[in-house]
Structures are given as structure tokens and as C-alpha cells.
């Protein structure tokens, strides 16, 4: 009983730790469809009715992030939960909104949350 308890204490403190940006960018197939939590300074931010996509600078790296429950502005410092996608598409979104280069077939967080300071 001891050892269950121990092991899902572990694996949930493994699940929230919080990943870096170069770490995910360093090895992106490690991190592929994985869910991570990153925090960082929204550097970028792109919005069209409650969907959009921010870039987050965490010092180590930065990463577009992809959602579809608003973005934060920019300069917010921001801790993001969400999977890892490689090659995201965004349907027919992509051709209403003028994305930055590389946004539509890069690397990015897909959110699931995210919480936002000034």
C-alpha cells in the first residue's frame, strides 16, 4: 500500500514540473504528444474570436502556444499546461488570420490551461 501511495505521489509531481523551452526544442520527439507545463513572458499574441496563438519566452528558448480559450497579452508572464504537437495544422482558422512564419508547421503547446500575472 505504502508503495502505491509513493508511486502516484511521484508520478503526479513528475506530471506538473515544469519543463523548459529548450528542453522541448532540444529533443521534440521526447516531448511529442507528451503533456508539459512551461512558463514564461508572452512575447507574441494573435487572437480571433476566443481562439488564437502566443509566444512564450521563458529565457531558455521561445515556443508558439495554440489556443482555443483566449490569449493572454503580451508581456503577461504566463504558466502554460498543455500536449506538445509537431506540424500543427489549423484548418480553417490558418487562412483567417495572417500567422507569423513557420506558426502553421512548426512546433507548438496545444493548451489545455493556462494561468496569467501582469
Given at each position: 500500500?505504502?508503495?502505491?501511495?509513493?508511486?502516484?505521489?511521484?508520478l503526479?509531481?513528475?506530471?506538473?514540473?515544469?519543463?523548459?523551452?529548450?528542453?522541448?526544442?532540444?529533443?521534440?520527439?521526447?516531448?511529442?504528444?507528451?503533456?508539459?507545463?512551461?512558463?514564461?513572458?508572452?512575447?507574441?499574441?494573435?487572437?480571433?474570436?476566443?481562439?488564437?496563438?502566443?509566444?512564450?519566452?521563458?529565457?531558455?528558448?521561445?515556443?508558439?502556444?495554440?489556443?482555443?480559450?483566449?490569449?493572454?497579452?503580451?508581456?503577461?508572464?504566463?504558466?502554460?499546461?498543455?500536449?506538445?504537437?509537431?506540424?500543427?495544422?489549423?484548418?480553417?482558422?490558418?487562412?483567417?488570420?495572417?500567422?507569423?512564419?513557420?506558426?502553421?508547421?512548426?512546433?507548438?503547446?496545444?493548451?489545455?490551461s493556462?494561468?496569467?500575472?501582469?
Amino acid at each position: 500500500m505504502l508503495l502505491t501511495i509513493l508511486s502516484v505521489t511521484a508520478l503526479a509531481s513528475t506530471a506538473c514540473a515544469l519543463t523548459t523551452v529548450n528542453q522541448v526544442i532540444a529533443d521534440p520527439s521526447r516531448y511529442k504528444d507528451r503533456e508539459v507545463r512551461v512558463s514564461g513572458a508572452v512575447v507574441d499574441s494573435y487572437s480571433l474570436s476566443n481562439r488564437g496563438a502566443y509566444r512564450i519566452d521563458d529565457g531558455t528558448g521561445q515556443l508558439w502556444v495554440v489556443s482555443d480559450k483566449g490569449v493572454p497579452r503580451r508581456s503577461a508572464r504566463v504558466t502554460v499546461t498543455g500536449t506538445i504537437r509537431d506540424g500543427f495544422n489549423f484548418g480553417a482558422l490558418g487562412g483567417q488570420i495572417n500567422w507569423p512564419p513557420g506558426i502553421g508547421s512548426g512546433l507548438v503547446l496545444l493548451e489545455s490551461s493556462h494561468k496569467a500575472k501582469n
